[in-house]
């Protein structure tokens, strides 16, 4: 058997998708500023929401029939933007076909999906602290364990089933439902924009910071920093607890 190459060259995204999440990303701010001031700036409100939108339709054409850089299957949000990127040197490390892979990233999204309205529920009852930090011990778990995964079945269970519930658990919808209970109603859509922003801001973070730690520490050593990172949803979270449901009951029949 020959000696493989070990660099291997990523490329993330192309020119015309970099350039689309800078014109939302700016679009956004001004669809959110201009709603919130109102009055003859209301115009420009409705021409950057008829924009986003047509960003967004063209966004997922290019999803599915678009360049390889370009569509979904080799990208995500937040951490999981980058785990594609691990794909051509856990293949190359176990001799693995890319069906493997994409078996346990269908069984993340899978799990995900199904996991999410509990997740929701739970946070309801119980407030959002506890299951944003209870999924981020989930994810971290599941990104530290994919590491190490050298068999299918184990990464079907790592990357899969315990990745696809800590995504669950501190995903943007739990945030997005914290906004709603916490801000005052004049500064939702305020606070909806800015946190849309801003999550999205985590494609333009993850992808390049996963090919610098691959190339950097390897692809093992970088899936545990991912999962170290994680962790930090935890603090953060406490900025965006809600009271538990007794609670609310309790404080309203005061």
């Not at 709603?35 to 209301?42: A, E, H, K, R, V």
């Not at 678009?66 to 999981?80: D, I, L, S, Y």
């Not at 602290?129 to 999924?135: A, F, H, I, K, N």
């Amino acid at each position: 058997m020959g000696r493989q190459d070990a660099s291997v060259t990523i490329k993330v995204w192309d020119a015309p998708v970099r350039l689309f999440h800078w014109l939302l990303l700016a679009l956004v701010a001004v669809s959110v500023s201009t709603g919130y001031i109102g009055g003859n700036l209301m115009r420009w409100h409705v021409w950057s929401g008829c924009t986003i939108l047509a960003l967004l339709i063209c966004r997922l054409l290019g999803g599915f029939a678009g360049r390889a850089t370009a569509r979904f299957a080799h990208f995500v949000h937040g951490p999981r933007a980058a785990l594609g990127l691990f794909l051509t040197p856990m293949s190359g490390a176990y001799g693995w076909g890319r069906e493997v892979f994409a078996l346990a990233l269908a069984i993340q999204v899978i799990v995900w999906g199904i996991a999410q309205p509990f997740a929701g529920a739970i946070a309801d009852r119980f407030g959002s602290l506890r299951v944003l930090s209870g999924g981020a011990l989930l994810y971290c778990a599941g990104l530290t364990l994919m590491a190490y995964s050298k068999t299918p079945g184990m990464l079907d269970l790592t990357a899969g089933v315990l990745a696809g519930l800590g995504i669950a658990g501190s995903s943007f919808t739990i945030v997005i439902a914290a906004f709603s209970k916490l801000m005052p109603p004049h500064m939702r859509s305020l606070a909806f924009g800015a946190g849309t922003a801003a999550g999205s801001f985590g494609q333009f973070l993850f992808s390049p910071l996963a090919v610098g730690f691959i190339d950097w520490f390897g692809w093992q050593h970088a899936l545990v920093a991912f999962a170290v990172i994680t962790l930090v949803i935890i603090p953060l979270s406490a900025a965006v607890n809600t009271p538990p449901m007794d609670a609310g009951a309790s404080t309203g029949t005061r």
